[in-house]
């Protein structure tokens, strides 16, 4: 006999690559762990005839001769699947994208680095022309879309996307997926989003936002996860820390990031977790939350300043103009340069720029004979060369200045432009 299974806390990529394996091995049948998570439970009290699945519980492993696991690649993330370790008659097969923790000897190891695990399913079953549902097709986006943060989370692949499309060709259906991704939150959850909004400090690392807040609640620590989201979503902060008591002998910290350039699992790994830079949880075994929230604030402040500072990735000075020079000169030079935008600089200091906001202020061909001082706009921002390059971002954004002068003791010593920040967020740099 053959069958399928997946990890517990089962969610909608394990379900969704359960069920992929239901075609990719036709006659066999998936076992679903007892413990799923609430959404994919709902999803399920609807459309759970359509698939080729039972529960775990109450099925004898008695028989079986081949084993496919899905979404994980660890017996401990199984349930109950133990007796089947080491038996020689059993053949083993693994899709899985979880590039670390495995510990199940297969025969035959699928394993990508994917958003989600079902991507590579679906990619197997085009490739073989497998005929499903719309049904299934919904199944499968959400499985995509679970993973992958509706395809934002950094981890989203090209494949995921590709599939995305595919599988949106052959009838899933956005409207039913949304349904189920929507987190509507149950009382408890909304009671801890309450208490974490009611009770954070926001501090400031290096340009960046990053808000910690702790419940001294005994919380579920299957539903933590989508509240922290949450809250990260309403704080409108780069990174979130969550501090929760789980019983008298645990507590868990959750975090959340996104921004290359903030790597919230560093805090998580100091405290014994694992994380990835924009995502990570740590178990800590006591159940003082306030000692613990004071210690995730010390590592928050300690948090390294970014890799990318002014200094890697400003431009030289290049041609600037003096404040006394003419304007028609100014222009002449402007033209020469091929440049829409200057900075006006007397002894190394920088006084200001001349754009074409300022240059369009110049009505009478007469006024071409004025100096350069009279139009230019004053007052810029700057920035240093050791600030971090997220700050540069943000007087961009808040000032809407062209051009950004990196200043040094009093004395201009580079620039930012908008080409100089885009090429180091695309990597072209
Ligand atoms: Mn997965």
Known sequence: MHIATTHTNTDFDALASLVAATFLYPGILGILPSQIRP?????LSLHQDLFHIV???????????????????????????NELKGRDDVEIHVWDHHMKGENIQAGVMRRHELGANVTQMVEEMKERDCAFSPMHATLFLLG????????????????DAAMTGFLLENGADLN????????????????ILTRMLAKD???SVSGFNVAVSSVDLECGSA?????????KEIKGVDGVFGVFRLDDQSCIVIARGGHRDL???QVIRALGGGGHPAAGSAMIKSGDVGTLYGQVCDLVREMDRPQVTVEKIMSGVGTCLSSDMKLEQASVVLDQERLHTALVVDQGECLGLLSPVEMSKVRRPSQFASPVKAFMRRNISTVAPDQGMQEALRIFSDTGVPMLPVVL???????????????????LG
């Open 409 to 427: 003791d009093g004395k201009l010593v580079g620039k930012v432009t908008r080409t100089d920040l885009m090429l180091q967020m695309y990597d």
């Open 55 to 81: 529960p775990r519980k109450g099925f004898d492993l008695e028989g079986i001769d081949q084993l496919v696991v899905v979404d994980a690649n660890n017996w401990g993330r199984l349930e109950r699947m």
């Open 263 to 265: 790597d919230v699992g």
């Open 223 to 231: 539903m933590l996860a989508p509240v922290v989201t949450k809250y």
């Open 201 to 203: 400090e926001v501090f």
């Open 39 to 43: 959404n994919v439970k709902a999803f």
């Open 176 to 191: 039913v997926a949304s349904a189920y991704l929507s987190s509507s939150f149950d009382d408890g959850q909304t009671d």
């Open 144 to 159: 995509i879309y679970d993973d992958t943060g509706n395809l934002s989370y950094p981890s989203a692949t090209p494949r």
